[in-house]
């Protein structure tokens, strides 16, 4: 299944809901089929250098069989040999042409036992509606290319020879690319950029063995069923940062969310809380902000997001938790991103998704374009889905 769910008014944004089941190589191939129809990506754009292909897909022969079977369908869907050293078809990038990362990412996420629905994760994606060489070059700078979310989708994979059923907002790679997502057994998981001024913005993407921000989340969505579970990948597993720095809240069906981080060591510092409660958006909450950071524009934007969702959690204490006042909280938080020379809007918070682990389905609603005279965007009205265990 493939069904175009939603385009905004304006026309920048197009989410397609994709369902597929099947063995992994099929999964693959279908995925393969999509990226060369839709997005024109070649088989060229699957070739890397002699040795680094072959250490990626050593490593997953040994840690992840589920997304080396994918790989050969990927393989197959371009006419490539898996078995080339120089093929790397454990990923299919798109919409991102080229190597170099995309503009920053600002995102909210809160996490909340609620009364009407159980454990909830409630995040905004924020991004801007600009290609990558608009990013990198300026506006106009190649006017055919797509925008980079300009087409994410909501992908449902119901594998049948290993990893679980997954439900996922999917972007920058079609394989690969979560972004927030839950699986069968309701555990949530969900990426925010973590703003570090001390690497640069812009640098080439590392492609190495094992596992980048987004197919971390991936691997965990196929084999975890519990944040302690995914506690464990961080621990064990090699996760190395290709575009830009992420932390991540993950959050399972028992009401337990852990928050995870890059230490200054290059290895994953976690936080687990127990009572289903976490804020969290842009700025490191498990190391202090060193004082020149505090008025750049992005990190002042990221505490102050945080001191409004803090604000309304406990300035109304006897208030119980609803979907609708998580929604609420959610809302308060969502942007507009514009131009600081010209103050037009390209972007801005593109979903508001409401995960729902006890019923595995999740509530979103999608951008519509900025709010006339208001500082944020006009969000979609609600759009309900769930993963269907039969599908």
């Given amino acids: 299944m493939d069904v175009l769910v939603y385009q905004s008014p304006d026309e920048r944004l197009a989410v397609r809901h994709v369902r597929i089941r099947g063995r992994n190589e099929e999964i ?3 995925l393969a089929c999509i990226a060369r129809s839709r997005h024109r990506v070649a088989a060229q754009d699957l070739l890397l250098p002699d040795g680094v292909a072959e250490g990626r897909r050593e490593w997953a022969v040994r840690h992840y069989p589920e997304l080396v079977a994918r790989g050969i369908g990927i393989a197959r869907g371009f006419g490539l040999d898996p078995a080339d050293p120089t093929v790397d078809a454990l990923g299919i990038g798109y919409n991102i042409q080229l190597p170099m990362p995309p503009q920053m990412v600002g995102c909210s996420v809160l996490t909340a036992p609620t009364v009407d629905a159980g454990m909830v994760v409630q995040r905004n994606f924020d991004f801007g509606f600009l290609s990558l060489p608009d990013a990198v070059f300026g506006p106009g700078s190649h006017p055919e290319a797509p925008a980079m979310l300009s087409e994410p989708y909501l ?3 119901h594998p049948t020879d290993g ?6 907002m999917c972007a920058f790679d079609l394989c690969n690319g979560v972004i927030d997502g839950m699986n069968e057994a309701g555990l949530v998981v ?6 570090d001024r001390s690497a640069a913005t812009f640098s080439p993407p590392e492609t190495a063995p094992g596992l980048n921000e987004l197919e971390v989340l991936r691997f965990i969505l196929d084999r975890c069923r519990t944040v302690e579970d995914a506690q464990r990948v961080f621990n064990e597993q090699k996760i190395y940062q290709s575009w830009m720095p992420c932390h991540y809240i993950i959050a399972d069906a028992n009401g337990i969310v852990m928050m995870a981080e890059p230490g200054d060591d290059n290895t ?3 936080v687990v809380k127990r009572d289903g409660s976490m804020r ?5 909450l498990l190391r202090p902000v060193p004082e020149s950071w505090e008025n750049d524009p992005e990190m002042r934007g990221s505490i102050e997001r945080l001191q409004r969702m803090d604000a309304h959690v406990i300035g109304e204490p006897g208030q119980p938790f609803t979907t609708v006042r998580l929604a609420h909280i959610a809302d308060q938080v969502a942007v507009n991103t514009r131009w600081p ?3 037009t809007v390209l972007g801005g918070t593109l ?3 409401s995960y729902r682990p006890r019923d595995r389905a999740l509530a979103i609603r999608f951008w519509s374009g900025p709010e006339t005279g208001g500082s944020g965007p006009n969000l979609s009205p609600e759009m309900q889905f769930q993963l269907d265990p039969t599908a």
């Fill in 28 to 30: 693959g191939e279908s």
């Fill in 155 to 157: 992908m449902e994979i």
């Fill in 163 to 168: 990893g679980m059923r997954t439900l996922f």
């Fill in 190 to 195: 969900s990426l925010m950029q973590l703003i």
């Fill in 268 to 270: 994953m510092r976690t």
């Fill in 280 to 284: 969290s958006t842009n700025h490191s």
């Fill in 341 to 343: 020379e010209s103050g």
């Fill in 351 to 353: 979903w508001s998704a």
